[in-house]
């Protein structure tokens, strides 16, 4: 259930990050889904890393750190997509 579990919270990561983050960026929904996925896996990594777990299952402590990835990659991207 990993890669689905991943997918999964990064749909709703992606959209709860551009609620809570919001702005305009360039690509509309489907770049905040991809965003989202993305920063799912970011967030579980760098969870992993300094020791708060990972998204490994549904729960809110791994809908929070896939929530934070999400943040952080949206922040790079804008920071990329505004030079």
Not at 14 to 40: E, S
Request: positive net charge; charged residues 10%.
């Amino acid at each position: 259930m990993g890669i689905i579990s991943w997918i999964v919270f990064g749909l709703i990561a992606g959209i709860l990050a551009k609620i809570i983050f919001p702005g305009r960026d360039p690509g509309g929904i489907v770049i905040t889904v991809i965003l989202g996925i993305v920063g799912a896996v970011v967030g579980g990594f760098i969870g992993t890393q300094i020791g708060l777990g990972d998204v490994s299952g549904f729960n809110v402590r791994s809908l929070i750190i896939a929530i934070g990835g999400s943040i952080v990659v949206l922040a790079v991207y804008r920071a990329v997509k505004s030079k």
